[in-house]
């Protein structure tokens, strides 16, 4: 049985190094290659964090550290390494966007998959190119992460620490489509409530030690409850009478059997 510390420092570990070397991803599309590719790096992917790390995960946490340094990545919350009143102001996500007609590259063109990722994303005064690449990075994150563990990878699209995966996958590396379907199905660390339920079967992804669960029904009435100090996978079954689902330290539940 994998160990999932282990394996959330491996995450870790890799992701970094894949964030200091620069995105490499050149999409699904032949015509992706005449693409500019900005040498700006995006945030690295964080594991699952353990509650009693073993003597192993600490040395490979401590690895990973130095490796997001070296890189200059930023963490999962998304914030910037910069600091000093020098650092760039960044552009307001929520202003103003790029007119499409507008979504040219300093040299090179867009392809039209490109140019439909950038679409409504590119915020005045920011480079277009900047924001592909953040794309671009997202593809290729998925594309390490289902090498080394395709339920790691779903569960990093489920609890956001591969950010804006759906439109990446969308319109620059399609073939992860199946990973971000199967995620819109999963739950990560948090109360779930109403229409986010579906009943099924569910099974954890990485849980530390400290993984609990609780279900609820109509009137707060406990459906099940449970926890597990092992860090091994655990599978429930979340039933139709559901009414609230809160999970803490287990990281993220993706579906078993049909995921329809």
């Given at each position: 049985?994998?160990?999932?510390?282990?394996?959330?420092?491996?995450?870790?570990?890799?992701?970094?190094?894949?964030?200091?070397?620069?995105?490499?991803?050149?999409?699904?599309?032949?015509?992706?290659?005449?693409?500019?590719?900005?040498?700006?790096?995006?945030?690295?992917?964080?594991?699952?964090?353990?509650?009693?790390?073993?003597?192993d995960a600490k040395s490979g946490a401590s690895e990973a550290s130095g490796a997001?340094?070296?890189?200059?990545?930023?963490?999962?919350?998304?914030?910037?390494?910069?600091?000093?009143?020098?650092?760039?102001?960044?552009?307001?996500?929520?202003?103003?966007?790029?007119?499409?007609?507008?979504?040219?590259?300093?040299?090179?063109?867009?392809?039209?998959?490109?140019?439909?990722?950038?679409?409504?994303?590119?915020?005045?005064?920011?480079?277009?190119?900047?924001?592909?690449?953040?794309?671009?990075?997202?593809?290729?994150?998925?594309?390490?992460?289902?090498?080394?563990?395709?339920?790691?990878?779903?569960?990093?699209?489920?609890?956001?620490?591969?950010?804006?995966?759906?439109?990446?996958?969308?319109?620059?590396?399609?073939?992860?489509?199946?990973?971000?379907?199967?995620?819109?199905?999963?739950?990560?660390?948090?109360?779930?409530?109403?229409?986010?339920?579906?009943?099924?079967?569910y099974r954890s992804v990485s849980p530390t030690p400290a993984c609990t669960w609780?279900?609820?029904?109509?009137?707060?009435?406990?459906?099940?409850?449970?926890?597990?100090?092992?860090?091994?996978?655990?599978?429930?079954?979340?039933?139709?009478?559901?009414?609230?689902?809160?999970?803490?330290?287990?990281?993220?539940?993706?579906?078993?059997?049909?995921?329809?």
């Open positions: 049985m994998r160990n999932p510390l282990l394996a959330g420092a491996a995450v870790v570990i890799l992701t970094a190094a894949l964030a200091a070397c620069g995105s490499s991803h050149d999409g699904n599309d032949p015509e992706a290659a005449a693409a500019p590719r900005p040498a700006a790096s995006g945030p690295s992917v964080a594991g699952p964090t353990a509650a009693a790390p073993t003597d997001s340094e070296a890189s200059g990545a930023s963490g999962a919350s998304g914030a910037s390494g910069a600091s000093g009143s020098d650092a760039a102001p960044a552009p307001d996500a929520t202003g103003p966007k790029v007119p499409t007609d507008e979504l040219t590259p300093a040299t090179g063109t867009f392809t039209k998959k490109e140019k439909e990722y950038l679409t409504d994303r590119v915020p005045k005064g920011m480079d277009p190119a900047a924001v592909l690449q953040t794309g671009q990075e997202t593809c290729d994150k998925l594309d390490f992460l289902v090498k080394a563990d395709r339920r790691i990878a779903v569960g990093s699209i489920v609890t956001g620490e591969v950010p804006d995966a759906a439109p990446a996958v969308a319109h620059l590396c399609t073939g992860h489509q199946d990973l971000v379907d199967e995620a819109a199905l999963g739950y990560a660390d948090g109360t779930h409530t109403g229409e986010e339920l579906r009943p099924g079967v609780r279900t609820e029904g109509a009137g707060g009435k406990v459906l099940d409850q449970g926890s597990s100090a092992s860090g091994q996978p655990v599978r429930i079954t979340l039933p139709a009478a559901a009414r609230t689902f809160t999970s803490t330290g287990c990281y993220a539940w993706l579906p078993e059997g049909d995921k329809s």
